[in-house]
């Protein structure tokens, strides 16, 4: 590498500089804060684990996106963070095993190996909450309501579109139509890619009873709004007790979240498999104009604690804070700042001092520096007078 390139990051990696990343810091705090206030306690797990811990539970959705090394003092495989979720599930599986319902929340950075999607970076500040030890619909609504809070208090000003799935109807029509692992494959990323065309070729090569045809053909399709769940009652009711306790959940959510966040438009998309191998329930996305894909997203996953001997059930979301930033339309604070002269002066350093502790930006000058208060971005300025040392404009 050339002494040109050193100061190049990798494809993807991305640092903050001031004044964003006072920004990012501020929206930290006020999203923790949040959380906090709906009863969700911080943790911090560690950046780095056994490789199988952080696998556990996710279908292997994340090893192609999971860093590998290989620690020098066992020799096991460790990886990298790609995800919290599998980490809080052993955390509330092992390090905090209550009988209680468990409401955990976090900030930390993620490594991916590759962008999730075209718009996202292989370094995200993931922050998320998470719910463990019920299994009604009312923890998805707290959830999505705490989600769409957080939507809120991110600055997000726009219209927000609220995205809402199952997994419970594609799982029933799988397991009806007794597939190959070939031709499930191709099926599921058919559904996955939204090619209409391409399924109905499939379909018309398999083997499957013309209802069942019908209802894989139609699936593709139910998407839109609030009526898509009539439309599903008509389709797929009574296709299994999972499937019409899925299409009665998505109404609760609806009807709960029309009520309370008016401004939010519904749309349902039953076909949605976004995280199949690990989700176990509805899964829900926020999308706002300006972002091209998902804003933050989640989902209910009652089996992730499995592996660790504790299948506790549990719903949450999760999204990047630097898109966040990026994305919403929240302003950082905007901070004065005291410039303080290169003295070696008592009364001068106490009255810094007392600035400071009084939560004023204090930058003193150092001997030999010719830049001012203006190029260092102060406003103020200590200057002596009369009575000891005094703020001043500058």
């Known amino acids: 590498m050339s002494i040109a390139d050193r100061w190049l990051l990798p494809d993807g990696v991305k640092e903050i500089l001031p004044p964003e990343a006072r920004k990012v810091e501020q929206l930290r705090r006020r999203l923790l804060d949040l959380f906090h206030s709906w009863g969700y306690d911080l943790v911090m797990p560690p950046l780095i684990e056994y490789l199988d811990s952080l696998l556990t539970g996710t279908g292997n959705d994340l090893a192609l996106s999971t860093y590998k090394i290989t620690d020098q003092l066992t020799g096991r495989l460790m990886g990298l963070r790609a995800d919290t979720t599998p980490q809080v599930a052993r955390i509330d599986a092992h390090s905090l095993p209550r009988e209680t319902t468990a409401r955990y929340c976090y900030v930390n ?12 970076g292989r370094s995200p500040m993931q922050i998320g909450a998470e719910l463990y030890g019920h299994c009604g619909v009312e923890s998805d609504i707290e959830v999505i309501c705490l989600m769409l809070e957080t939507l809120k208090a991110a600055g997000v000003t726009s219209t927000i579109t609220l995205d809402l799935g199952h997994v419970a109807f594609y799982r029933a029509l799988i397991e009806e139509a007794k597939l190959t ?51 599903a009652t008509e389709l797929l009711g009574g296709l299994s007790p999972a499937t019409d306790a899925a299409l009665q959940d998505l109404k609760r959510i609806a009807d709960m979240v029309s009520a309370c966040y008016p401004q939010v438009q519904l749309y349902f998309d039953l076909s949605e498999l976004r995280g199949y191998n690990y989700h176990t329930g509805v899964v829900f996305a926020a999308y706002v104009p300006e972002y091209g894909q998902a804003l933050i997203k989640g989902g209910r996953y009652d089996q992730i604690g499995k592996d660790f001997g504790r299948a506790r059930p549990a719903t949450g979301f999760s999204g990047d804070l630097k898109v966040f930033a990026e994305v919403t339309g929240l302003a950082g604070v905007t901070e004065g700042a005291v410039f303080a002269p290169a003295e070696e002066d008592v009364e001068l350093h106490r009255k810094v001092a007392e600035l400071r502790k009084a939560g004023m930006r204090v930058v003193c000058s150092l001997p030999g520096e010719e830049a001012g208060a203006a190029a260092m971005n102060c406003d103020k300025q200590l200057v002596r007078g009369a009575g000891g040392w005094e703020l001043s404009d500058v």
């Open 109 to 120: 950075s993620v490594l991916h190996t590759v962008p999730e999607n075209m718009l996202a």
């Open 181 to 231: 692992a070939e031709d499930e494959a191709q099926l599921f990323e058919l559904l996955q890619g939204k090619a209409i065309t391409e399924l109905e070729v499939l379909l018309d090569s398999l083997e499957l009873s013309s209802e069942r045809t019908e209802q894989f053909r139609q699936l593709i399709h139910l998407s839109g709004d609030c009526l898509v769940l009539d439309r």
